[in-house]
């Protein structure tokens, strides 16, 4: 098992760039998260996906940021425009859930820089 | 809603020394609550979890976590400290009813030789 496969690894980016982070659920999961992480703030959920479809985006910051999943073996994460705000490590997680919960598996994330 | 705090940002402890990392959850019971490791530059992974099946409930590296309905805590603890348990520990309960798994803070462990 490959686990959950984020790419890129690092992203280094100029203001008003647009930035798309790319995720690879584990194979059999019916659930993707988003989350963002940052010293200030911490982990942050920022989407979650059942079955391919947006089930909470309320922790998406604003209109520049959109996610996708267009199948269940791939979600992407798009920023449009980056503000150097927008600097963290954001991580894709999968799960597979039924009635409930169960441990998330999360990929290595994706260090995204703007300057 | 569910809500958690993780009493301390940071803790040190020296090798061989008992580990103790310290949680406690909103009143309102989850029916799961996970301990999740970070070490640096790496995703979370599990360390333990709670499913109401037992009130101790042993994870791996030798990490055990104790579910106490009456404190609402979730305290992770480990009897002697390895320098290899330096990361940040993440507990993280589950809301009833609702599919958001809510993380703490996070505490980060320090381990002196």
């Known amino acids: 098992d490959a686990g959950v496969i984020q790419s890129p690894r690092h992203e280094v980016t100029e203001m008003g760039q647009e930035v798309t982070l790319r995720c690879k659920p584990i194979?059999?999961?019916?659930?993707l998260f988003w989350y963002r992480q940052t010293m200030m703030r911490g982990l942050e959920l920022l989407i979650y996906?059942?079955?391919?479809?947006?089930?909470?985006d309320s922790g998406m910051p604003e209109d520049r940021f959109s996610a996708k999943m267009p199948n269940a073996s791939f979600s992407t994460l798009k920023i449009q425009p980056s503000e150097p705000r927008d600097s963290a490590v954001y991580f894709c997680?999968?799960?597979?859930?039924?009635?409930?919960?169960?441990?998330?598996?999360f990929g290595p994330g994706t260090r995204l820089t703007v300057l | 809603a569910q809500s958690v705090t993780q009493l301390g940002s940071h803790v040190s402890v020296s090798e061989g020394a008992l580990v103790l990392l310290r949680c406690n959850y909103s009143?309102?019971?989850?029916?799961?609550l996970f301990w999740y490791v970070q070490y640096p530059n790496q995703g979370l992974q599990l360390l333990l979890k709670?499913?109401?099946?037992?009130?101790l409930v042993k994870g791996i590296n030798g990490f055990e976590a104790e579910f106490k309905k009456s404190e609402t805590s979730f305290h992770l603890t480990k009897p002697s400290a390895h320098m290899s348990d330096a990361a940040e520990y993440f507990c993280?309960?589950?809301?009833?009813?609702?599919?958001?798994?809510?993380f703490g803070a996070g505490t980060r462990l320090f381990v002196k030789a």
């Open positions: 997680a999968s799960s597979f859930v039924i009635g409930g919960t169960d441990t998330q598996y």
């Open positions: 194979s059999g999961h019916n659930s």
């Open positions: 996906f059942n079955n391919n479809v947006p089930i909470d």
């Open positions: 009143s309102s019971v989850p029916p799961y």
């Open positions: 709670y499913t109401s099946a037992a009130t």
């Open positions: 993280a309960p589950h809301g009833a009813g609702g599919f958001k798994t809510i």
